[in-house]
């Protein structure tokens, strides 16, 4: 466990293995944490460990990480603490691996700065499909245990964070179009729930140029063939 500390934010982050370097961003909503993956059916901190120099990272104020919280908060502020790491590290390029809202994080990143991934793997990424309540739902529970450490956030200021996160539409990060100009090459594990509608990821696939969709991957029977899927992908482009 290392941390990364600009000012107020201090980001805990764990580095295993070692090659071309991979960055994970894991799931759970707001809450997303590096340990999470230890209960995801495919774990790439487990699988690609032996190849990779894999770097997951618990988000600004989830797990170990904290940060200070303002009303104009919300997908950019993350992107910037997920650079900024990167740049902390020396890391130029690398592979990106993220689950459930690691998809809008991802599609996010390619979009800002698509010259510093090789490669996308979003495995069933968070979209909105008649769920977006649900979604609401989850970062107010987040925010009302994170809320009496930031006394001077107001109802409104929380309600404008939520509204910057949650209030688009489709993968949260882009529209359709904006997805359609991503060249990366980007593999693509569907959603299946309430949370990860497979519509986003049908969309997201069909959209992207250089995507690819695998539609069954996380039942018992799929998970090894899930594992050389991922591992071909990413050895296929790495520099």
Known sequence: MAIY??????????????GFPVLLIAPGGMRSTNDL????PWNPREALSSSYRVIGMDQRNAGRSVGPVSADDGWHTYADDQLALLDHLGVEQCHVVGMCIGGPYIVGLLRRDPARFASAVLLQPVGIDDN??????????WATELAPQHPTMTEADWA??????????F??????????SIGTPMLVLMGDDLYHPQSTSRLLAERAPAATLVEHWKGDDDLVETGRTIRTFLATHTP
């Open 160 to 169: 404008a964070f939520r509204s910057n996160m949650w209030g688009g539409s």
């Open 37 to 40: 993956w230890q209960r995801m």
């Open 171 to 180: 993968v949260l990060t882009a529209s359709p179009a904006e997805v359609a």
């Open 132 to 141: 977006r309540a649900a979604l609401e739902e989850m970062f107010d529970s």
């Open 5 to 18: 500390e600009d000012r107020a934010l201090r980001l805990h982050y764990d580095i295993e293995g070692d």
